[in-house]
């Protein structure tokens, strides 16, 4: 299907939603869960990436070395030679000098099964990344599903852990309450299973702590994510891989899950690479650790489109 047939079947509209909920799927793009193949994501690119404190980590890397940012941007061609390797069609968003964090293209809006929803960043110097998402899902024909518009959300702490169910995260600092609650009612009313996390703002984003890695398996930092989050899943049957603390740090729990069985993940994550091959994984070991001092990982950088089953 090219994209102009794409366009022909889901033509782009602004705030579909229904707002009693029952919205329909879309037929040409969106995805079920995070574990299903992937076939299409959308990445921004890191030509005018710079180095700004956007969070704890960030700013710790500011203060003892820098980004390098020409070898973050090396890292992230090879980032994309992964994704080329595994046959994922890549789309991007247009660069732009005003915008030098578009590099995380999950920050600025979350794909769903009905259509993008576009978040509303926390730094005020990002928030042209989520007016330049909505142009993006115009190019593609992706219909817009609703935009928050109570207090700050961003794409990160949107993780949909198997069909139906999202775990929703909350540090108070990037994605704020209000923000959260307004993205849960709506699925609620989809006849979602909806959780909120409430974490420590030094983490960040959900996805730095819990991703989910295919049906029923898990990656979960144990040292940093509430007992109560770990049992829930575990009451849903999904095996916990435990990410240590220290990997979890260097962005090791922020990885990609393509489906059937292959995972991009940073070369930081040495304890979840090994346990991810001795289970057959095949696992596309990427070294992010410059641009990654920027604030965020491969899981960070990329915003499924496309997922079908496998």
Not at 101 to 127: C, E, K, L
Not at 295 to 306: F, N, P, R, V
């Amino acid at each position: 299907m090219t994209v102009h047939d794409r366009i022909v079947a889901e033509p782009f509209s602004l705030q579909r939603r229904n707002p009693a909920g029952g919205t329909k799927p879309l037929t040409a793009w969106g995805f079920a869960n995070e574990t299903d193949v992937l076939t299409d994501v959308l990445l921004g690119s890191p030509n005018f990436l710079r180095h700004l404190s956007t969070s704890s980590l960030s700013r710790k890397h500011l203060r003892e070395a820098p980004c390098n940012v020409q070898i973050a941007q090396a890292q992230h061609k090879d980032l994309v030679a992964a994704y080329e390797h595994f046959g994922v069609n890549i789309h991007w968003h247009e660069p732009t000098p005003e915008l030098p964090m578009q590099v995380y293209s999950r920050d600025s809006s979350v794909m769903t099964p009905y259509g993008a929803f576009i978040t509303a960043m926390a730094n005020w110097w990002r928030r042209g990344e989520n007016y330049a998402a909505i142009r993006t899902y115009e190019k593609l024909g992706i219909p817009i599903y609703d935009m928050v518009t109570a207090g700050t959300f961003e794409g990160g702490d949107f993780n949909v852990i198997e069909d139906g169910v999202v775990l929703i995260g909350c540090g108070g600092a990037r994605t704020q309450e209000e923000g959260a609650r307004q993205v849960q009612a709506w699925f609620d009313r989809e006849g979602w299973e909806t959780r909120i996390a409430f974490i420590d703002e030094y983490y960040v984003h959900i996805d730095l702590m819990v991703v989910p890695i295919a049906e029923k398996l898990t990656a979960v930092c144990l040292a940093c994510t509430e007992p109560g989050i770990v049992d829930w899943l575990k009451g849903k049957g999904h095996e916990i891989i435990d990410v240590p603390f220290q990997d979890t740090m260097a962005l090791g729990c922020n990885f990609m899950s393509l489906g059937k069985d292959r995972v991009i993940a940073p070369t930081s994550s040495k304890t979840l690479i090994e346990k991810l091959k001795a289970q057959g994984f095949e696992v596309a070991a990427v070294d992010m650790s410059e641009i990654s001092k920027t604030g965020g990982g491969i899981h960070c950088m990329a915003q499924a489109l496309k997922r079908v089953p496998v």
